[in-house]
T-cell receptor, first 119, second 116 residues
Framework: DSGVTQTPKHLITATGQRVTLRCSPR?????VYWYQQSLDQGLQFLIQYYNGEERAKGNILERFSAQQFPDLHSELNLSSLELGDSALYFCASSPREGLAGEQLYNEQFFGPGTRLTVL | AQKITQTQPGMFVQEKEAVTLDCTYD???????LFWYKQPSSGEMIFLIYQGSYDQQNATEGRYSLNFQKARKSANLVISASQLGDSAMYFC?????????????FGAGTRLAVHP
């Protein structure tokens, strides 16, 4: 158990709908990272928040948005859902900001994931 | 371009034997980190082992070791004495600086099946 929690575990919805995925980081971790794992694209970094502010952005669609709240939990909002959005969505937390030049070591702890199915 | 390549979509190994999962990477940045994660059928991502680009020795964690060949840009995972519970997807990943922040990029994965 990494200490990172994600809810819900499974989500089934229809095209065109909007969903919110929730992540609670490990106690004390300030960074939250979101990843998407799909069959055709593999595992891709979406976005990172640190202490409530957006830091790094990856291959995140404009239909997707995220935020990190004062209690450090994060939500990933997916709107106008398409069939291709079906995937496993992971969040990971870290105590570090992840600045380039920081000493690199294993510092991301992954949650169990939310499996989204769009029908 | 920064890239991770895992050329083996699937691998089979007999229980108690050793197996090597291949990973090559491409980056022009001198500072990077290499990771291996295990993803069992339940879906969670389990960290296995880490190697920093400046580390002089190959990383080891129990039955896992990372064969780091910097000049060849390879970071192969060696699992010794395979167990049935090792059957899973294995992902190689690289953490590199990008746009001021570190970014984690993943390979396509290798599915390992351990046979009794």
């Amino acid at each position: 158990d990494s200490g990172v929690t994600q809810t819900p575990k499974h989500l089934i919805t229809a095209t065109g709908q909007r969903v919110t995925l929730r992540c609670s980081p490990r106690s004390g971790d300030l960074s939250v990272y979101w990843y998407q794992q799909s069959l055709d694209q593999g595992l891709q970094f979406l976005i990172q928040y640190y202490n409530g502010e957006e830091r790094a952005k990856g291959n995140i669609l404009e239909r997707f948005s995220a935020q990190q709240f004062p209690d450090l939990h994060s939500e990933l909002n997916l709107s106008s859902l398409e069939l291709g959005d079906s995937a496993l969505y992971f969040c990971a937390s870290s105590p570090r900001e992840g600045l380039a030049g920081e000493q690199l070591y294993n510092e991301q702890f992954f949650g169990p994931g939310t499996r989204l199915t769009v029908l | 371009a920064q890239k991770i390549t895992q050329t083996q979509p699937g691998m089979f190994v007999q229980e108690k034997e050793a197996v090597t999962l291949d990973c090559t990477y491409d980056t022009s940045d001198p500072s990077y980190g290499l990771f291996w994660y295990k993803q069992p059928s339940s879906g969670e991502m389990i960290f296995l082992i880490y190697q920093g680009s400046y580390d002089q020795q190959n990383a080891t964690e129990g039955r896992y070791s990372l064969n780091f060949q910097k000049a060849r840009k390879s970071a192969n995972l060696v699992i010794s004495a395979s167990q049935l519970g090792d059957s899973a997807m294995y992902f190689c990943a690289m953490r590199v600086p990008s746009g001021g922040y570190n970014k984690l990029i993943f390979g396509a994965g290798t599915r390992l099946a351990v046979h009794p």
